[in-house]
């Protein structure tokens, strides 16, 4: 979780920005998760059963620049 950290505000993620998860449950999800906290950032989950024209909507309407 750590080294995602890094490498997310190495990526311009910055405290108080939202990044969208899109992974599966599971343990990778939470270390995405813990990665996004430990970087000052909040998290949108994005589930990927959804449809991608609900994705695209959520992540036009939060503002996500970055995804995982």
Known sequence: ANRL???LVGEGVLPGRLVGVYLP???EMVVALLA???AGAGYTL???AFPSARLESV???AGITTVL
Request: net charge positive; proline share 13%; aromatic share 6%.
């Open 5 to 7: 950290a890094r490498y």
């Open 25 to 27: 449950r599971g343990p």
């Open 36 to 38: 996004v906290l430990k």
């Open 46 to 48: 994005l589930d990927p």
């Open 59 to 61: 992540v036009a309407s």
